[in-house]
């Protein structure tokens, strides 16, 4: 899954990369420093008794109740979690000395004490193993000194709606008038990052936005009515906005050529939980019976292909472009950028043979010694490129750059290098009704387009059939209740894609006179004059009797690290069953909504009231019928912050290679609901039955009026720097996509990479939209709706309006013909089959009432 920066650098994070397969791109630098014995090392924990003793070896960091890093001044003592202290040793000692916060206790015996901690911590030799814990004190905690005698905040959370009485007016206030009350701060803020303070931003320098006063006032005006954002506003956000010509007359769409604009949390979407850095999620926990369904209906999906390096060549040709406009400062900091990347890169390649080094190695001298040797040849390299790129400057770096290409595309032809695409993708459709052997899946396309002609190897991960309701599971690998099915081709001449293939990609499915790329601004139409529009979904085929074929693929599978294959037999029709877990003869079969999330009605049914009295009868029953949406997904395991350090040691030791169950809800439930069918007694029936809701973050939504919605090319046309890239044909030639659409913001779900690919249902298991890009700093992401009614915004953007278009039924009167699931099946079988979803087939005559628009009212 995409992950969005908060801040995003000119620099190319993988320009250099070396032949590694690059499985989480933040991963924390570290100093090669010489191994220390316990001599040396006793002698220098045991010299630490103060907070400034440590500091004369080591940084300490701390962050927020929302994850993010800050100084201790501005640490709630009572609010400090061991999980929020970071001890990291530098200088010689840099590398050499692991080191774990055990606890975390606030000292409070006077009212002098009130901003100091003791903090526990456990010193580890990396040379040797051996562990010393000691103790400290840490003073200057609540600087601002608003916090009483127990270091608890005196009005904590409200203090953001002016306590009590201002957090009940904003309760009381309607959608439109909180969003007014949301902004303001919002944009505050956003006005002082982009402007270093002044508070006051350009928009000619910002956007290159030279719109008149007058203009701005007609735009502001109509927005209102149509419930969009203030012009200045949307322009701060990165939004898609009109231009206009010397006689006020629209001129064209301006889109943000910039990257993404950085975005923060939602304070309402956290209100009342302490522990502001876990509401991106909660882990491998099934809190109700409607996770359980969408759990075991949905997979961790694993592409292995030979890495193409289409990303790191086309970084390479924008870099060629940019070097021509950049001052020296800017070339010296791009180069430091490309040695910290180099390092990254080293280090994680060398850590994955040391990986292999750690497991059983009885009878593997030949691998032992190849790895010795590729960990030799890698520092070579590695010391060589570090003294090549340390003496470049404005000058040569362009033929260094052209260089790396030329190296990229011999590493291409090579073939020797792989990398993983991994995703998230659920049992949609199955053709054959009587006797299913094809299954269709729901995905992202950017997870489908790992499907290529190359694929080394293919794997689904699911969990069994048999959990129950209120489990909390171990990492993939690491738990019974997961089983992993992987294949691979069993003849060189045998190709994967041959029974594995992605036939619907949500491309270029607007028509054209309804597509607002050409209502693009004359520099922008003419710079984008080959993009298209998509929605990141799409849909993979998985032909089982070709890929349970024995003579063509091999496949093994594994349940808790244990390769278990010798247990399945080659009867094909019961391995489809255990692999779909007999999908075809549940009575939970997913559907998808047919009503359109803009229509006030509709939006109402999941519209949580914020001063919700669960004692109040009326207000309970309003609550228990509301809806509420669910998403699983399978992120990396890297980001899990729920594991314990003492009873998770060995899985915490394989998570940066293993992936996470994950699910959009409170962290409060993580091991605290019972095992089995039974509720835990520290809850309530109507907190555990429901899923989650939409966010109130304001930087993505252009709804004024409807947390949580947004128009995609409008607030977030593409995710992170770049524009979408797919070749769809796999012959070579790449198409940019702007991203478009109707898009959820889901509260609670911003998981790391793997995410991508949730589905997200109702409470009746029907269909609203796919998940595919997760902001951390958000505390939010976007996730692409199906079906859209369109929106009519009444000339505020020219003609543009979002458009009427459906991607699993088709139909919508902006839609392009052929540009649905429905109808790729109808071109791949000519209506000669059917499918549990289309079972009259798959003629447009056919489409369900419900799903069909009217565009007559």
């Given at each position: 899954m995409k992950r969005l920066n908060k801040l995003l650098m000119y620099a190319s994070s993988s320009t250099l990369l070396l032949p590694i397969t690059l499985l989480v791109a933040c991963t924390p630098s570290k100093v090669v420093s010489r191994p220390i014995d316990d001599n040396v090392f006793n002698k220098l924990i045991n010299s630490i008794k103060t907070e400034e003793d440590l500091l004369k070896y080591a940084d300490i960091k701390f962050k927020d109740q929302r994850g993010s890093e800050t100084s201790k001044g501005n640490i709630l003592p009572s609010q400090l979690k061991k999980e929020d202290v970071t001890i990291t040793f530098k200088g010689k000692y840099s590398g050499q000395i692991f080191t774990e916060v055990l606890n975390v206790n606030v000292i409070n015996q006077d009212s002098s004490?009130?901003?100091?901690?003791?903090?526990?911590?456990?010193?580890?030799n990396k040379k040797t193993g051996t562990k010393i814990p000691i103790s400290f004190v840490v003073s200057g905690l609540n600087e601002n000194g608003d916090f009483d005698f127990s270091g608890t905040r005196i009005i904590n959370d409200l203090d953001y709606f002016g306590g009590l009485s201002g957090f009940n007016d904003y309760s009381s206030k309607t959608q439109e008038q909180r969003f007014d009350y949301d902004n303001l701060r919002y944009t505050t803020g956003l006005k002082n990052h982009l402007s270093s303070g002044?508070?006051?931003?350009?928009?000619?320098?910002?956007?290159?936005?030279?719109?008149?006063?007058?203009?701005?006032?007609?735009?502001?005006?109509?927005?209102?009515?149509?419930?969009?954002?203030?012009?200045?506003?949307?322009?701060?956000?990165?939004?898609?906005?009109?231009?206009?010509?010397?006689?006020?007359?629209?001129?064209?769409?301006?889109?943000?050529?910039?990257?993404?604009?950085?975005?923060?949390?939602?304070?309402?979407d956290s209100l009342g939980r302490t522990e502001k850095a876990k509401t991106n999620g909660l882990a491998r926990t099934i809190p109700n019976d409607t996770y359980r369904t969408a759990a075991i209906q949905t997979y961790q999906v694993n592409f292995t292909i030979y890495k193409d390096y289409a990303k790191e060549i086309e970084e390479a040709e924008d870099n060629i472009q940019l070097f021509s406009k950049w001052d020296e400062t800017q070339i010296q900091s791009y180069i430091s950028a490309q040695l910290n990347q180099l390092r990254l890169n080293f280090e994680e390649e060398v850590s994955q043979i040391e990986r292999e080094f750690s497991q059983p190695l009885d009878g593997r001298t030949t691998i032992i010694e190849n790895l010795n040797k590729r960990k030799s040849e890698i520092t070579a390299q590695y010391e060589k490129n570090i003294k090549e790129i340390s003496t470049l400057n404005k000058d040569n770096l362009v033929e260094w750059q052209k260089k790396e290409i030329e190296k990229y595309k011999k590493k291409k032809e090579e073939k020797i290098f792989q990398t993983s695409e991994s995703g998230t993708m659920w049992i949609m459709d199955y053709i054959d009704i009587n006797n299913p052997t094809k299954f269709y899946f729901g995905t992202n396309s950017h997870v489908a387009k790992g499907i290529r002609d190359d694929m080394v190897s293919f794997s689904l991960t699911r969990l069994n059939s048999d959990i129950k309701v209120g489990q909390t599971f171990g990492l993939n690998s690491a738990d019974k209740n997961f089983t992993k099915f992987t294949f691979a081709p069993a003849k060189k001449e045998k190709k994967l894609n041959e029974a594995v293939k992605a036939i619907f990609h949500a491309t270029d499915f607007i028509k054209k006179e309804s597509s607002p790329l050409s209502l693009l601004k004359d520099d922008q139409k003419t710079k984008y004059g080959e993009a298209g529009l998509f929605a990141d979904f799409a849909v993979v085929e998985i032909d089982f009797e070709k890929l349970l074929d024995t003579n063509n693929f091999s496949r093994t599978v594994w349940t808790d690290s244990s390769d278990i294959s010798s247990k399945y037999q080659d009867n094909k029709n019961e391995l489809i069953k255990t692999i779909t877990n007999n999908y075809a003869m549940s009575d939970k079969k997913i559907n998808f909504v047919s009503e359109s999330l803009l229509d006030d009605i509709n939006y109402k049914k999941f519209d949580r009231k914020l001063d919700f009295n669960p004692e109040n009868a009326d207000e309970l029953k309003a609550y228990r019928d509301l809806n509420s949406l669910y998403i699983v997904g399978y992120p990396t395991s890297n980001e899990d912050y729920y594991l314990d350090q003492y009873e998770d040691e060995k899985q915490l030791k394989n998570k940066k290679y293993d992936f996470s169950l994950w699910i959009n809800n409170e962290y409060k439930y993580y091991k605290k609901i019972v095992n089995g069918e039974g509720v835990s007694s520290s809850f309530k029936d109507y907190e555990l039955e429901k899923g989650n809701f939409f966010s109130y973050q304001i930087g993505y939504r252009s709804f004024i009026n409807k947390p949580g919605l947004t128009d995609a090319f409008l607030a977030a046309n593409k995710v992170g720097k770049k524009l979408y890239s797919l070749d769809e044909e796999n012959k070579g030639k790449t198409k940019k996509y702007f991203n478009y659409g109707l898009e959820i913001l889901p509260r609670f779900y911003a998981p790391a990479g793997g995410a991508s690919g949730s589905s997200v249902r109702t409470k009746d298991n029907k269909l609203l939209a796919v998940y595919h890009a997760a902001n951390g700093s958000a505390k939010t992401g976007l996730a692409a709706v199906f079906r859209s009614n369109g929106y009519d915004y009444k000339d505020l953007f020219g003609s543009y309006k979002l458009g009427q278009y459906d991607l699993i039924y088709g139909g919508g009167k902006d839609q392009e013909k052929g540009k649905s699931y429905r109808e790729a099946l109808l071109k791949k079988y000519n209506n000669s089959m059917k499918s549990a979803l289309f079972p009259k087939g798959f003629d447009e005559k056919e489409i369900p009432s419900e799903f069909k628009f009217d565009n007559k009212k």
């Open positions: 004490s009130r901003n100091k901690v003791n903090i526990f911590v456990q010193f580890t002044t508070g006051t931003v350009d928009l000619r320098k910002l956007r290159g936005l030279d719109t008149k006063e007058e203009q701005i006032r007609t735009f502001d005006k109509l927005a209102k009515e149509v419930k969009f954002d203030s012009y200045y506003n949307a322009a701060l956000k990165g939004f898609t906005l009109p231009v206009y010509d010397s006689s006020g007359k629209f001129k064209g769409l301006s889109v943000n050529d910039g990257p993404e604009i950085g975005k923060i949390a939602s304070h309402v």
